[in-house]
């Protein structure tokens, strides 16, 4: 599978993954506000919740990149300025380097703070 259709599937199945993990948390909440202490002790949930920090990640991920491969070139730069659009490989680099490093960080405190 080539690696564009494979972050196709990611962001769609993600978002699918999304929908269900909100709408069971939401039918907890409406049903009993006390099981959530309950359910924040439980394996399962605390795997399915990392599971959405990592793929909600992911899903930022493929999104952020499309938008910096199709808006941090040398050509949409350009229309702004010479310089940046000589600089384009550049700044598309830095803008990934810091979703990057956000997105690592984020799965890192969230994880730590989910399974202390």
């Not at 795997?47 to 959405?52: A, D, G, M, R, T």
């Amino acid at each position: 599978m080539k690696l564009g259709k494979f972050i196709w599937y990611l962001q769609r199945y993600s978002a699918i993954y999304f929908l269900l993990f909100l709408g069971y948390m939401g039918s907890i909440g409406f049903t009993d506000r006390f099981s959530f202490q309950f359910l924040s002790e439980s394996l399962t949930f605390k795997l399915s919740l990392s599971f959405f920090i990592i793929l909600a990640c992911l899903h930022a991920f493929a999104g952020l990149w499309t938008i910096g491969t199709d808006y941090l070139t040398k050509r949409t730069l350009g229309f702004i300025s010479p310089f940046l659009s000589s600089h384009a490989d550049f700044i598309r680099k830095g803008f990934e380097f810091i979703f990057i490093f956000i997105g690592v960080l984020l799965i890192f405190f969230y994880l730590l703070i989910i399974w202390s």
